[in-house]
Structures are given as structure tokens and as C-alpha cells.
């Protein structure tokens, strides 16, 4: 087990280092980004000299390897815009991602286990139908749009949720304001419940399905028929013998699903003006900051590639017949 | 019912509760006012801003040695007179006695001069308006303190609008900068302004507070708010006062609420289709014909200004003149009116008649997107009207800050441009600056009209302020007649203002709250 983690992890080292070639690449292909640093007014002269005070004279490989050596050093550089370490300001904005992240996994799981479940006993009922009417178009409506109809419906009209903002949780927690934080807490909830339903909605769809069509597989197994002809309560077969089976791929997805959540929520963040790291990052693109991007970018794959071990290791757990290639590369 | 029904549902309950108190809670008070930008704040480092949003709350905390009236008058702040030598290159200022800074230091001289100096200091490698702009057009050499109030400000040259350029720099305290490194100074600000920085929560809110005169709200809360749509829930919804840039199409939600209004300024952004005049230019298809004067003139004539201000930007507008913002203009100057045929007739005069397909020449009309109000339906419309006087257009929208901005920094947009380029009303010289040499960077049309550029040693040495307004309204009236640009308008500003809040937007796109009181 111990190696295997170890090898994986090298492994995340490459992806990682691939990941900053590909954005670093991306970025410098939108062409030189000095003119994003200067007045609109400035003299051919001052773009020059901002351009060398910013690096952006030099060659890319060597911009691009100066960056890699840095990075061994644990040195993001700095932020073109902000001027200050950029890492710094991408862990600034990760607790208010968590916050809406968590908050929206916990939205789409809460409800897609009952919903899924709901819609597999009752296959090709009302209950049925419905559910999976309402879980095609969550998965079909554009979470950006739904932010902002509910921003008109319970922002504006109904006015029982904050537009838009942020009150933080998490961060006065790690700052050891324990206080601050439990006082938070209420308007915490309050400014995540629309950005939270618009983030949660297309994962609470696909969840509900993937429960559906995992415990209507498991359910035709000859184990269930079996356990049914023993005798046993219905609820005690489903819960014991067909959700414990059903759970496998459904645990993948929501491994994943975290990581997935917080780099997809870029609109719902820009939509309600929440802070977070999906806003940091799409204004940095915008303004070619290129060490901030890639110190999120690092970020985001790193927590990606710490999930998708972490959901090998479960899967394991869950089923014994999976085994770790120990030895395998 | 169990223990775990019961405590389920006395959490749904309080919640529920918690929701519905907070959500009546959420009521301003009376002495704070809040306003929505679209733009994040990056750095309260008074020599590394460089956007509007930024210095508007920078301005509020900062003091500077004179301030601009929304007239365009310089009045006086930190500073109360101004003497500059005989050879205009010496600028000593006196400052007000009693000035202190946030920190408590009295502010003298001294901080003044080092301000200058930290900001133009290359081992800084600010990169911002001021050294980047500021510093490099007005030559700046150095600042010292001849005495505990006054300050002297070195020059390379005498230059007509230096005093007007040092206003835009945000005076800082000395003592505490010292002590702070770079990364520190952008975040933690100390300056002499009204207000202080009490809070800044990144890509959220700035948070100031009133520490002297003027201003009416003992808190202004300056809430980041990317998303248009979102801004204008929010002004209706009564949890912010102003916000900026009201896009067009919500401009009737607001109106029709009942709790806020739009105001509509003329900014004082001239937008304009440039020639470019380069040889590289002259090249390529239609680049020969707008050589000729008369085809640019032609041009004016083809193209309805006032009726795509009506239809594509909700206003009614003057056409622009020339470069400089009204009231600097030259006030004999009226707005080429929509005239086709006239535009017909000028064209075929300068040898472009209509071919057997009705086309005069082909040329290509480039443009940024999403930069300006309703940008790419202007271009459109302009190309249509071209088209409509024979030119063949091929319009090429470009995404704006990675391949448009480039291009026009290297001035190589064209032959036909469509772009806004930022001005003022304090004055007109400011306006006409884009194109002070015929090789300054701003000069994207690449004209080189002698009897424009050969002027500017003529302004340098005008005697009396009316030789100066006779040498300006001579080169305008060349700049009318066969200039570089196809005059568009100003572009307008829209600002949505609470009714609770007497607030009047101004056309420098300068947010000043310092005014602002309830009603």
C-alpha cells in the first residue's frame, strides 16, 4: 500500500509539472501580455521597459524553466497584478471555494440518495418519471442561467437570500477565530444557498441518476433474488444487500466530484460576485497574470490528483475484489 | 417521534428562522454608503495603479496637492498655491498647514517629495498611471522639500498640462512606508485623504472609513460585483446605492423600480473609426484611398452618429468634433451632419467612382470586442453605413486584450479602426496629447499633417492664454477638416442610483462619494 501511494504520488509530480507546461503555453499563446500592464496612454519606451521589468522579454523556455526552478524552491513567484506571492493570494481565496463546494456536494447528496433510490424502487411509476424529468434538466439547464433566475426569483422578488457576497467560515476558523466564525455561521449558510443550489443542481441530477441506474443493475443481480427468497424484509435487502453493491461507481463520482465542483464554479462565482478561487483565477486569465494562474492551476491539480488517490484507496475499501497493483507500474 | 425527529426539526426550524431575521436584518445603516464596481481592486499601491475602479477608492484615501472639480477646475487640497519658475521645469507647491496622515505623523513636505521620488523610483518597477504615464509625459526629474511646506517638483521641460498631470498622484506618509516592504504597501495603504482603509477583503468589498472632511458617510463600502445583471439585482433590490456600468438593456429595469434611477453622463471617452495612414497600410486594399483627405471626409458625411447613439446606446448625443472633449472644443466647429449624398459626390470628386458592382473599394474595418457599450453593434452599423456609400467593409472583430490590444500598440490596426480612447474636461491640450509627435505611441493613425504637428512647438511658447486657445482652435479646425479620425461620439457612462442617495455621476468616470448624502 505504502509504495503505491508513493508511486502515485511521483506520478501527480508529472502530472502536475505537464499541467503548468499546458497553461503556461495557453496563456502565452493570447500573444505578449505587457500591454494588460500599462496605461492606455504609455509611449512605446514605458511598454518596453514594463515588459523587462515584468520578464516578458525574454525567451519562453526560459521564462517557462525560470518558473519550474522557482517552483522546486516552492516559490510561485509573484503576482503581475496584485504584486505580492501569488500562492498566497490563491490560498486567500481557497476557503471561500471549500465553503461553496462542500456546501453544494452536500445539496446534491442529500438529496440524490432518497431521489435515486426513490426512482429505482418505483421504476417506471410517476415517481419515476418525475425524477427523472427534474434530473435531465438539471443536467440540461446552464447553472449560470439558474443563478440568475434565482437571483430575480429569491433574490430580488421574494428577497429572502442575499444577492450576492461572501461571509466567511472557514477562514476565521483557521485564523483560530473561533468566535468570529460561529457568528458567521448564519450568514455564512444564508450567502451560500443560491450560489450553492446553482453549483449543486447539475451534480444532484447526475447523482440521482447514477443511483437510479446502479441500484436498477444491482437490483436484477441473482444475489438480491436470492436474499428476497429467503424471506428478508424489502428494506433490509436494498439497504444491506443492493445499495452496498450500488455504491461503487456512485463513490467515484463523488470522489471526484469535489474536485470537479471547485474548478467548475467560475460562473456561479463571477454570477454572484463570490470570491473565490474560480473568480480569482478568471480575472487572472483575463489580465494574463501568469504566475497567479499557475499557482491555481498547481492547486486545483494537485487537490484533483490527491482525490483520485484517495478514491482508488476507497474503492478498495468498498470492494474486496479490487486489489492495488503493487507492483505494476 | 423520536429524540432525532424532534432535534431535526427544531434545527429546520431555527434556520428557517435565522433566514427570515437576517433577511429583514439586512438594512444599511443611515451613515454608510455602498457602491457596486464591476472591476476587482488589485493594489492600493499608489505607484502600481493603473485602473479606474482602483484609483476611485485610492482617491478617497489618498490626499493630492490639487484636486479636479468635476467642471474640470483644479481646486486646492493638500496644497493651497502653486508658483512655477520662469522656465516652467520648477512646480513648489505650499502645502496646508496642520495635515496629518493616517498614521498620526503630521504630513509635511518631506512626505511629499518622497512620494514623487519612491513612485518614479526605478528599483521599485512600478508599473502603473502614474510613473508610467504620468511621470514619463511630463518629464519628471525629482521632488524635494525646500522647507516643512514646501515642495519643489522638477521637470525636464515646460509643459502645458504638468499641472494638471501631478494632481493624479496619491501623496503617501514617509515614515510608515519606510517601514513597510512593497508587498505590505499594496495592501496596507497610509495616506492623508478623507477616508481610511478600515477593511479590504479581497475580490469582495474595501471597506473606508471617514477620518476628516469632506464627506457626508462615516462608511463607504466599495462591493465587487463582476456580473451586470447582478449589480442591477442588487441596486433594485436596495443593498447598494450606485453601481457603474449599467449596460443599456437594464437601463428600463431600473427606472421602472421605483427605487433607483440611471443617470446617463457624456463621458469624456472619444470614440472614433481611425485611419491608419502607415506606408505598410497603404498597401493593402483601400489603404491608397484614404490618403486622399477628401475620401476621409467623404466619409464623415456617410455615417448616421446620432441615430446609433439613439438606437444602439440609449442616448440622444452631439457628434464629436475633433479630439477634444466639449466644452474645450473649437467652438466654431459644427458636427459633419449625415449627409449620403455628399459623402457620393465627395468620393467620386477624389477619383473613387462606383464600379459596374457598386463598389468604390474594398477595405478592412477592425475592431476589439466587448470593450465599449455595445461595441460590435456600433462597428456593424458603421460598416453598413459605409457600405451604403460603396465601400466594400470587411468587418474583423478581434478579442480585445490579447490580439486587438497588441495590434494598436504596435499601431498596426486598419486601415479602418474603431476605437475609444480616454480624455478629460480639465484640458484641451490633455485631449489633443494622443498625438503630440507624429511617433508618440498613442498616435495609432500614424498622421503626420504638418500643419498639426508642427504646431506643438508653437503651443509650447504661446505668451498669453489666448494664444494658446487661438494656436489650439487652428490645429482643430485642421484636425476637422483633414484629420486621421472618422468623428463618432462620447461615449456615454450609466450609472444606477438609489433614490435614497443625492449623488450626481460626473464624466471623468471618477466615482467621488465625498459629496453624496441622503435625500
Same mark, same amino acid.
Given at each position: 500500500?505504502?509504495?503505491?501511494?508513493?508511486?502515485?504520488?511521483?506520478?501527480?509530480?508529472?502530472?502536475?509539472?505537464?499541467?503548468?507546461?499546458?497553461?503556461?503555453?495557453?496563456?502565452?499563446?493570447?500573444?505578449?501580455?505587457?500591454?494588460?500592464?500599462?496605461?492606455?496612454?504609455?509611449?512605446?519606451?514605458?511598454?518596453?521597459?514594463?515588459?523587462?521589468?515584468?520578464?516578458?522579454?525574454?525567451?519562453?523556455?526560459?521564462?517557462?524553466?525560470?518558473?519550474?526552478?522557482?517552483?522546486?524552491?516552492?516559490?510561485?513567484?509573484?503576482?503581475?497584478?496584485?504584486?505580492?506571492?501569488?500562492?498566497?493570494?490563491?490560498?486567500?481565496?481557497?476557503?471561500?471555494?471549500?465553503?461553496?463546494?462542500?456546501?453544494?456536494?452536500?445539496?446534491?447528496?442529500?438529496?440524490?440518495?432518497?431521489?435515486?433510490?426513490?426512482?429505482?424502487?418505483?421504476?417506471?411509476?410517476?415517481?419515476?418519471?418525475?425524477?427523472?424529468?427534474?434530473?435531465?434538466?438539471?443536467?440540461?439547464?446552464?447553472?449560470?442561467?439558474?443563478?440568475?433566475?434565482?437571483?430575480?426569483?429569491?433574490?430580488?422578488?421574494?428577497?429572502?437570500?442575499?444577492?450576492?457576497?461572501?461571509?466567511?467560515?472557514?477562514?476565521?476558523?483557521?485564523?483560530?477565530?473561533?468566535?468570529?466564525?460561529?457568528?458567521?455561521?448564519?450568514?455564512?449558510?444564508?450567502?451560500?444557498?443560491?450560489?450553492?443550489?446553482?453549483?449543486?443542481?447539475?451534480?444532484?441530477?447526475?447523482?440521482?441518476?447514477? *443511483?437510479?441506474?446502479? $441500484?436498477?443493475? #444491482?437490483?436484477?443481480?441473482? /444475489?438480491? +433474488?436470492?436474499?428476497?427468497?429467503?424471506? %428478508?424484509? =424489502?428494506?433490509?435487502?436494498?439497504?444491506?444487500?443492493?445499495?452496498?453493491?450500488?455504491?461503487?461507481?456512485?463513490?467515484?463520482?463523488?470522489?471526484?466530484?469535489?474536485?470537479?465542483?471547485?474548478?467548475?464554479?467560475?460562473?456561479?462565482?463571477?454570477?454572484?460576485?463570490?470570491?473565490?478561487?474560480?473568480?480569482?483565477?478568471?480575472?487572472?486569465?483575463?489580465?494574463?497574470?501568469?504566475?497567479?494562474?499557475?499557482?491555481?492551476?498547481?492547486?486545483?491539480?494537485? *487537490?484533483?490528483?490527491? $482525490?483520485?488517490? #484517495?478514491?482508488?484507496?476507497? /474503492?478498495? +475499501?468498498?470492494?474486496?475484489?479490487?486489489? %492495488?497493483? =503493487?507492483?505494476?507500474? | 417521534?423520536?429524540?432525532?425527529?424532534?432535534?431535526?426539526?427544531?434545527?429546520?426550524?431555527?434556520?428557517?428562522?435565522?433566514?427570515?431575521?437576517?433577511?429583514?436584518?439586512?438594512?444599511?445603516?443611515?451613515?454608510?454608503?455602498?457602491?457596486?464596481?464591476?472591476?476587482?481592486?488589485?493594489?492600493?499601491?499608489?505607484?502600481?495603479?493603473?485602473?479606474?475602479?482602483?484609483?476611485?477608492?485610492?482617491?478617497?484615501?489618498?490626499?493630492?496637492?490639487?484636486?479636479?472639480?468635476?467642471?474640470?477646475?483644479?481646486?486646492?487640497?493638500?496644497?493651497?498655491?502653486?508658483?512655477?519658475?520662469?522656465?516652467?521645469?520648477?512646480?513648489?507647491?505650499?502645502?496646508?498647514?496642520?495635515?496629518?496622515?493616517?498614521?498620526?505623523?503630521?504630513?509635511?513636505?518631506?512626505?511629499?517629495?518622497?512620494?514623487?521620488?519612491?513612485?518614479?523610483?526605478?528599483?521599485?518597477?512600478?508599473?502603473?498611471?502614474?510613473?508610467?504615464?504620468?511621470?514619463?509625459?511630463?518629464?519628471?526629474?525629482?521632488?524635494?522639500?525646500?522647507?516643512?511646506?514646501?515642495?519643489?517638483?522638477?521637470?525636464?521641460?515646460?509643459?502645458?498640462?504638468?499641472?494638471?498631470?501631478?494632481?493624479?498622484?496619491?501623496?503617501?506618509?514617509?515614515?510608515?512606508?519606510?517601514?513597510?516592504?512593497?508587498?505590505?504597501?499594496?495592501?496596507?495603504?497610509?495616506?492623508?485623504?478623507?477616508?481610511?482603509?478600515?477593511?479590504?477583503?479581497?475580490?469582495?468589498?474595501?471597506?473606508?472609513?471617514?477620518?476628516?472632511?469632506?464627506?457626508?458617510?462615516?462608511?463607504?463600502?466599495?462591493?465587487?460585483?463582476?456580473?451586470?445583471?447582478?449589480?442591477?439585482?442588487?441596486?433594485?433590490?436596495?443593498?447598494?446605492?450606485?453601481?457603474?456600468?449599467?449596460?443599456?438593456?437594464?437601463?428600463?429595469?431600473?427606472?421602472?423600480?421605483?427605487?433607483?434611477?440611471?443617470?446617463?453622463?457624456?463621458?469624456?471617452?472619444?470614440?472614433?473609426?481611425?485611419?491608419?495612414?502607415?506606408?505598410?497600410?497603404?498597401?493593402?486594399?483601400?489603404?491608397?484611398?484614404?490618403?486622399?483627405?477628401?475620401?476621409?471626409?467623404?466619409?464623415?458625411?456617410?455615417?448616421?452618429?446620432?441615430?446609433?447613439?439613439?438606437?444602439?446606446?440609449?442616448?440622444?448625443?452631439?457628434?464629436?468634433?475633433?479630439?477634444?472633449?466639449?466644452?474645450?472644443?473649437?467652438?466654431?466647429?459644427?458636427?459633419?451632419?449625415?449627409?449620403?449624398?455628399?459623402?457620393?459626390?465627395?468620393?467620386?470628386?477624389?477619383?473613387?467612382?462606383?464600379?459596374?458592382?457598386?463598389?468604390?473599394?474594398?477595405?478592412?474595418?477592425?475592431?476589439?470586442?466587448?470593450?465599449?457599450?455595445?461595441?460590435?453593434?456600433?462597428?456593424?452599423?458603421?460598416?453598413?453605413?459605409?457600405?451604403?456609400?460603396?465601400?466594400?467593409?470587411?468587418?474583423?472583430?478581434?478579442?480585445?486584450?490579447?490580439?486587438?490590444?497588441?495590434?494598436?500598440?504596435?499601431?498596426?490596426?486598419?486601415?479602418?479602426?474603431?476605437?475609444?480612447?480616454?480624455?478629460?474636461?480639465?484640458?484641451?491640450?490633455?485631449?489633443?496629447?494622443?498625438?503630440?509627435?507624429?511617433?508618440?505611441?498613442?498616435?495609432?493613425?500614424?498622421?503626420?499633417?504638418?500643419?498639426?504637428?508642427?504646431?506643438?512647438?508653437?503651443?509650447?511658447?504661446?505668451?498669453?492664454?489666448?494664444?494658446?486657445?487661438?494656436?489650439?482652435?487652428?490645429?482643430?479646425?485642421?484636425?476637422?477638416?483633414?484629420?486621421?479620425?472618422?468623428?463618432?461620439?462620447?461615449?456615454?457612462?450609466?450609472?444606477?442610483?438609489?433614490?435614497?442617495?443625492?449623488?450626481?455621476?460626473?464624466?471623468?468616470?471618477?466615482?467621488?462619494?465625498?459629496?453624496?448624502?441622503?435625500?
Amino acid at each position: 500500500m505504502g509504495s503505491y501511494i508513493l508511486r502515485r504520488l511521483l506520478q501527480s509530480v508529472v502530472v502536475i509539472v505537464g499541467v503548468t507546461l499546458v497553461s503556461f503555453l495557453a496563456l502565452q499563446a493570447g500573444g505578449d501580455p505587457t500591454y494588460l500592464f500599462v496605461s492606455e496612454r504609455a509611449s512605446l519606451e514605458e511598454i518596453e521597459t514594463t515588459r523587462r521589468a515584468l520578464g516578458f522579454d525574454r525567451p519562453l523556455h526560459v521564462q517557462y524553466l525560470t518558473f519550474v526552478g522557482d517552483l522546486t524552491r516552492g516559490d510561485f513567484g509573484q503576482s503581475l497584478s496584485y504584486r505580492q506571492p501569488a500562492m498566497d493570494i490563491v490560498l486567500e481565496a481557497l476557503p471561500a471555494t471549500i465553503e461553496l463546494t462542500l456546501f453544494s456536494m452536500v445539496i446534491a447528496l442529500l438529496l440524490a440518495i432518497p431521489l435515486g433510490i426513490l426512482a429505482a424502487i418505483h421504476r417506471g411509476t410517476a415517481w419515476d418519471g418525475s425524477i427523472t424529468t427534474f434530473s435531465m434538466l438539471g443536467q440540461s439547464i446552464p447553472n449560470f442561467w439558474m443563478g440568475i433566475m434565482m437571483i430575480l426569483v429569491f433574490g430580488l422578488y421574494l428577497r429572502w437570500f442575499p444577492i450576492s457576497g461572501h461571509v466567511p467560515f472557514i477562514a476565521p476558523m483557521m485564523n483560530g477565530e473561533f468566535g468570529v466564525a460561529l457568528s458567521n455561521l448564519p450568514r455564512t449558510l444564508l450567502h451560500l444557498i443560491l450560489p450553492g443550489i446553482a453549483v449543486g443542481t447539475y451534480s444532484l441530477a447526475r447523482n440521482t441518476r447514477l *443511483i437510479r441506474s446502479s $441500484l436498477l443493475e #444491482v437490483l436484477e443481480q441473482d /444475489y438480491i +433474488r436470492t436474499a428476497r427468497s429467503k424471506g %428478508l424484509p =424489502e428494506m433490509r435487502v436494498l439497504i444491506h444487500h443492493a445499495l452496498r453493491n450500488a455504491w461503487l461507481p456512485v463513490v467515484t463520482i463523488i470522489g471526484l466530484e469535489f474536485g470537479f465542483l471547485l474548478g467548475g464554479v467560475v460562473v456561479v462565482e463571477t454570477v454572484f460576485s463570490y470570491p473565490g478561487i474560480g473568480r480569482l483565477l478568471f480575472a487572472a486569465i483575463n489580465q494574463r497574470d501568469i504566475p497567479l494562474v499557475q499557482a491555481g492551476v498547481i492547486l486545483l491539480a494537485g *487537490i484533483f490528483v490527491l $482525490l483520485n488517490l #484517495v478514491v482508488d484507496l476507497v /474503492y478498495v +475499501r468498498l470492494d474486496p475484489r479490487v486489489k %492495488l497493483a =503493487e507492483g505494476r507500474a | 417521534m423520536n429524540l432525532r425527529t424532534h432535534v431535526a426539526r427544531a434545527v429546520s426550524a431555527g434556520l428557517l428562522g435565522a433566514v427570515v431575521v437576517l433577511a429583514a436584518c439586512a438594512e444599511r445603516a443611515e451613515d454608510t454608503i455602498v457602491v457596486g464596481l464591476s472591476a476587482d481592486i488589485t493594489t492600493f499601491e499608489p505607484g502600481m495603479i493603473s485602473s479606474r475602479d482602483n484609483s476611485n477608492i485610492a482617491e478617497h484615501i489618498f490626499g493630492h496637492l490639487f484636486v479636479l472639480s468635476p467642471e474640470g477646475e483644479h481646486l486646492p487640497d493638500l496644497a493651497h498655491t502653486l508658483e512655477i519658475s520662469e522656465d516652467g521645469t520648477a512646480y513648489v507647491y505650499t502645502l496646508r498647514d496642520g495635515l496629518t496622515c493616517h498614521d498620526g505623523e503630521p504630513l509635511t513636505a518631506e512626505d511629499v517629495a518622497y512620494t514623487f521620488n519612491r513612485i518614479g523610483d526605478p528599483a521599485n518597477r512600478f508599473t502603473g498611471n502614474a510613473p508610467g504615464f504620468v511621470f514619463t509625459s511630463i518629464g519628471f526629474q525629482g521632488a524635494e522639500a525646500l522647507d516643512d511646506l514646501r515642495v519643489q517638483i522638477n521637470i525636464a521641460r515646460k509643459n502645458a498640462i504638468a499641472f494638471g498631470l501631478i494632481t493624479e498622484i496619491d501623496v503617501h506618509c514617509k515614515d510608515s512606508y519606510e517601514r513597510m516592504t512593497l508587498d505590505e504597501a499594496a495592501s496596507n495603504p497610509i495616506g492623508s485623504g478623507p477616508y481610511r482603509l478600515a477593511s479590504w477583503t479581497r475580490g469582495s468589498e474595501v471597506v473606508l472609513e471617514k477620518v476628516r472632511e469632506p464627506g457626508n458617510f462615516q462608511r463607504i463600502v466599495w462591493r465587487i460585483i463582476p456580473e451586470a445583471s447582478t449589480r442591477t439585482a442588487e441596486l433594485i433590490a436596495g443593498n447598494v446605492d450606485i453601481i457603474t456600468n449599467v449596460v443599456p438593456e437594464q437601463i428600463e429595469a431600473i427606472n421602472g423600480s421605483g427605487r433607483a434611477e440611471v443617470q446617463v453622463v457624456a463621458g469624456t471617452r472619444r470614440m472614433y473609426v481611425g485611419f491608419n495612414l502607415s506606408e505598410a497600410h497603404r498597401q493593402m486594399p483601400g489603404g491608397e484611398a484614404i490618403q486622399d483627405a477628401r475620401v476621409r471626409r467623404a466619409l464623415q458625411y456617410a455615417v448616421d452618429v446620432p441615430t446609433i447613439c439613439r438606437q444602439l446606446l440609449s442616448i440622444e448625443c452631439e457628434r464629436a468634433t475633433g479630439p477634444v472633449n466639449p466644452p474645450n472644443g473649437n467652438p466654431d466647429l459644427t458636427p459633419y451632419p449625415y449627409d449620403p449624398p455628399a459623402a457620393e459626390r465627395l468620393l467620386d470628386e477624389a477619383g473613387w467612382a462606383r464600379g459596374s458592382d457598386g463598389i468604390r473599394f474594398p477595405i478592412r474595418l477592425q475592431a476589439g470586442q466587448g470593450r465599449y457599450v455595445n461595441d460590435v453593434n456600433v462597428v456593424l452599423a458603421i460598416s453598413q453605413y459605409l457600405q451604403d456609400v460603396g465601400l466594400d467593409i470587411e468587418v474583423d472583430f478581434m478579442e480585445w486584450a490579447s490580439v486587438y490590444t497588441p495590434l494598436l500598440r504596435e499601431r498596426n490596426t486598419g486601415p479602418l479602426f474603431f476605437l475609444g480612447t480616454g480624455g478629460g474636461v480639465w484640458s484641451p491640450i490633455y485631449d489633443m496629447t494622443d498625438m503630440a509627435e507624429v511617433g508618440s505611441g498613442t498616435n495609432y493613425t500614424q498622421w503626420d499633417d504638418e500643419r498639426w504637428f508642427g504646431r506643438w512647438a508653437d503651443l509650447a511658447e504661446a505668451a498669453t492664454p489666448e494664444e494658446t486657445r487661438s494656436i489650439i482652435d487652428e490645429m482643430l479646425q485642421v484636425f476637422y477638416d483633414d484629420g486621421p479620425w472618422l468623428h463618432l461620439y462620447f461615449q456615454p457612462d450609466f450609472y444606477g442610483v438609489s433614490n435614497r442617495i443625492d449623488w450626481q455621476a460626473r464624466r471623468d468616470e471618477r466615482v467621488h462619494v465625498f459629496a453624496a448624502g441622503l435625500k
